[in-house]
């Protein structure tokens, strides 16, 4: 069954290495995270398996975003795997995909961000899922017994 | 029986694979409280093949069915293609808005 999932590919004139630098240092993700150009109030990421990442940033409307995740692969140059979930929606957890591939003149980097729920977060999830799914629970209620 | 988030978003993308279950929809979008007769008379299948396709929009709670007499009128219910719409589309702008800035920053800064 297919999860929910955004898949971008992109080719960049620049190198692998330079491409992956840019995901995975942070004086250099603060150069070009985030959909506007708002600034990167702070970057950390902790790069190994099991490591953490957050990036703060501002959009130019003012709000303030904070996303933080944790690495599940890390292949130097090659690809990256990390989960991600928003500091104010911690019970939507999703996990991103990253590859990245030697291209004439640079690199095609392979980009897939899918909903995804671990065992635990999946526990969480059951508990913390907000308004939206109990209405959905109810319809689906409704929906049984009206169908009985 | 409680049906977790998870799964629901799951059977609403595969019920949204099938092209005849789209059709489906996009007529119940137009025509809301359609009988189950009225839904297969233009399609190229049998009944039971349309009560079928119909019962996968029904476990993903993208139609409603209501009984009157010997009557099924079926409605559709927008709230969970509205939910797994949202998270597409708000990390679709997100990311490439971003990425557009990604690749100005590797492609434009010196090393």
Known sequence: ?148 | MVKSPVSQLDRTFSALVDPTRRAILARLEREPGLSVTEIARPLPLKLPAVMKHLDVLDDAGLIARTKSGRTVSVELVAGPMEEALAWLKRYERFWSASLDRLADFVEKEPE
């Open chain 1, 1 to 148: 069954m297919e999860q929910p999932s955004l898949t971008i590919v992109r080719r960049f004139k620049a190198s692998p290495a330079r491409v992956y630098a840019a995901w995975t240092q942070p004086e250099l993700i603060a150069r070009w995270w985030g959909p506007d150009g708002g600034p990167v109030l702070d970057a950390e990421a902790d790069l190994r398996v099991g490591g953490r990442f957050r990036v703060v940033f501002q959009t130019l409307d003012g709000e303030m975003h904070e996303c933080r995740g944790e690495y599940r692969e890390v292949e130097v140059d090659r690809k990256l795997v990390f989960t991600w979930h928003w500091v104010t929606l911690p019970e939507r957890r999703s996990l991103v995909t990253i590859r990245f591939r030697p291209a004439e003149e640079g690199t095609e980097m392979s980009f897939t961000h899918a909903q995804f729920f671990d065992e635990a977060t999946r526990d969480d999830h059951q508990k913390g899922w907000g308004g939206a799914f109990e209405k959905l629970e109810g319809l689906f209620a409704e929906t049984e017994s009206a169908g009985e």
